[in-house]
C-alpha cells in the first residue's frame, strides 16, 4: 500500500512540476530569451520523472493484480517482468543523469563562462541525448 501512496504522491509532484514549467516557459516566451537552456533540462528532468511514475504505477498494478488474482488488472498490463523492470530501472538512472546535466550547466556558467560553446542550446540537446542513450546502455548486461 506504501508502493501505491508513494506513487501518487510523485505522480503530483511531477505535474506540479510540468505545471510550474509551462507557467515560466509562457512568462518567458515574451522576453527577448524566449528559449533557455535551463528550461529544457528542467523539461528532461521532467519527463524522466513522469517516465519513472508511470513504470511504478505498471509495476503496481501488475503486482496488485498478482496478489488479488485480478483478471482485469492482469489484462492492463501485457509486458513483460523484465521489460518493466528495464524501464523503471533506466528512467531512475535517466534521472540521476539529468541532474548531473543541471549541475554540468551551472558549472559552465560560473566557472567556465568564457567558453561561450558550453552553454549553447546544440551543446545541451547533444548531451540530452548522450544521457538517454547512456541511460539505457547502463542496464544492459
Partial sequence: MWTLTNVTLSIIISISVIVYVIIIYISKKNSKKSFHVSLVLTCN???????????????????????????????????????????????VISIYLSYI????YRLFRIVYHKYKYLRTMSTFIYYILIQWILSFVFVLP
Avoid: E, P
Fill in 45 to 91: 528532468t521532467s519527463i524522466t520523472i513522469i517516465g519513472s511514475c508511470i513504470s511504478l504505477i505498471l509495476m503496481t498494478l501488475s503486482s496488485i493484480g498478482g496478489d488479488r488474482n485480478i483478471t482485469s488488472l492482469k489484462s492492463i498490463i501485457f509486458w513483460g517482468c523484465h521489460i518493466r523492470g528495464y524501464l523503471a530501472i533506466v528512467f
Fill in 101 to 104: 546535466l543541471q549541475a554540468a
